[in-house]
């Protein structure tokens, strides 16, 4: 009698365990699906409507913490044939948000770009940086457009400087 009820106690353990799982699995692969289209863009003193680009997020996770800092990654295509690898590394401060891209500079073999991020008000809240690296095999590939907001550390790796300069344009800094 003691042991069938241990192994009905096993049983329904492995059932709720299970039911867990699936449970979160779909709730992740859920929030992962996401197709956001670029707003118009104005030029300068006439409005014109550009073509909507659509970000699709084809692949996403979440990685463990690595010093301290959650990871999460995601692939996204355009609909005009573009592709980017989105890494962001989610820290304690923003003092240690900003070591991480003062190393990443540091191997840069080439700056583009690099200035503030403002939030919507106006205010500093970050920096951001367009590199290219001396190997595609780096941490950041060939080219990426590196980011801090706040405590957040962002790196977008795309195949092409016009990419990385349309995502900036589409999404400043921002997932799509």
Not at 61 to 80: K, L, N, V
Not at 84 to 103: D, G, K, P, V
Request: net charge positive; proline share 3%.
């Amino acid at each position: 009698m003691r042991r069938s009820a241990f192994y009905l106690m096993v049983a329904l353990l492995a059932f709720a365990v299970g039911t867990a799982s699936v449970s979160l699995w779909l709730k992740v692969r859920h929030s992962c699906s996401a197709t956001i289209t670029r707003g118009e863009n104005t030029s300068s003193g006439a409005t014109r409507a550009q073509p909507k680009r659509e970000y699709e997020e084809e692949l996403c996770g979440r990685g463990m913490p690595r010093d301290g800092a959650s990871i999460a990654f995601s692939d996204w295509h355009t609909s005009d044939g573009m592709s980017f690898s989105i890494t962001s590394e989610y820290h304690t401060s923003s003092e240690r948000a900003n070591r991480e891209l003062q190393a990443a500079i540091k191997k840069a073999a080439r700056i583009i770009k690099r200035e503030p991020l403002f939030d919507w008000k106006g205010r500093p809240v970050g920096e951001k940086v367009i590199a290219t690296f001396p190997s595609a095999y780096s941490r950041y590939g060939k080219m990426a457009f590196l980011l801090t907001y706040d405590s957040t550390f962002r790196d977008v790796s795309s195949t092409s400087l016009e990419n990385l300069f349309a995502y900036e344009m589409d999404c400043n800094g921002q997932l799509p």
